[in-house]
């Protein structure tokens, strides 16, 4: 298992470890945006253990050049259509990824792992979670996208054992930044691809996990088993 390379904030469950959440923010972003929305929902004192890999800084946009953490090379100017060129970046990070996913495996297992994300880190957690060789419990994805050019890409190589990996998606009414209809096609395509999909539309902009509230701890008790169950 190849050695973590990427750094890590950990926030530990309260009492016993249930489960892990591996949490991926969006561009720009630090792990300290998720780590409010895993506060905000109480998940460590559900015993999940949440997990918050930090992108490298890469230089990003045509305006000022820049660096920003991001989880591949990417254009401020069309965050939902990187192009064809964003995907050797896509795989090579995804790389790194696994082995941050491979130690909470391997800690908690995989049925008792989720992995989660916003944005560009929703893509992310995608493409992780699909081409994961383990079952894991579920994946959830706000404001998320799938470039053209991804399609193919995760049809021929997704994991067998992911086939009807369920997921949660929630997308902000109000997202002009990766409108709504980006996350309905993700939606759509999944639901083609017979994953059991929970869509959730909010009253909010572009915002990690805006106005999310019990709909995605309700997921993960489903996925998981509610606590103490």
Do not use: C, N
Not at 50 to 73: D, H, M, N, T, Y
Not at 92 to 107: G, N, P, Q, S
Not at 153 to 182: C, K, M, N, T, Y
């Amino acid at each position: 298992m190849p050695a973590v390379d990427l750094p890590v904030e950990v926030i530990e469950p309260v009492g016993g470890h249930r489960a892990t959440v591996l949490w991926l923010h969006g561009l720009g972003q630090e792990p300290e945006s998720l780590i409010e929305v895993a506060d905000r929902m109480g998940l460590d004192r559900a015993g999940i253990r949440g997990v918050f890999p930090r992108a490298p800084l890469r230089p990003i946009g045509r305006v000022s050049g820049e660096p920003a953490r991001a989880w591949f090379q990417q254009d401020v100017f069309s965050l939902d259509h990187p192009g064809p060129e964003s995907l050797p970046s896509v795989l090579a990070v995804e790389r790194r990824l696994r082995a941050v996913l491979d130690e909470e495996t391997a800690r908690v297992g995989a049925g008792r792992t989720v992995v989660a994300g916003f944005s560009q880190g929703a893509l992310m957690s995608l493409v992780l979670a699909l081409r994961y060789p383990q079952r894991l419990a579920g994946l959830a994805l706000y404001a998320p996208f799938l470039p053209e050019e991804a399609v193919p890409l995760l049809a021929s190589r997704r994991s067998a054992v992911a086939a009807d990996l369920p997921v949660w998606i929630g997308h902000g009414a109000f997202d002009w930044v990766i409108p709504e209809q980006s996350g309905a096609k993700v939606r759509d395509v999944l639901a083609d691809w017979g994953h059991p999909v929970r869509w959730q539309r909010y009253r909010a902009g572009h915002e990690a996990f805006g106005g999310v509230k019990r709909g995605l701890p309700a997921f993960l008790d489903r996925v998981l088993g509610p606590a103490g169950g």
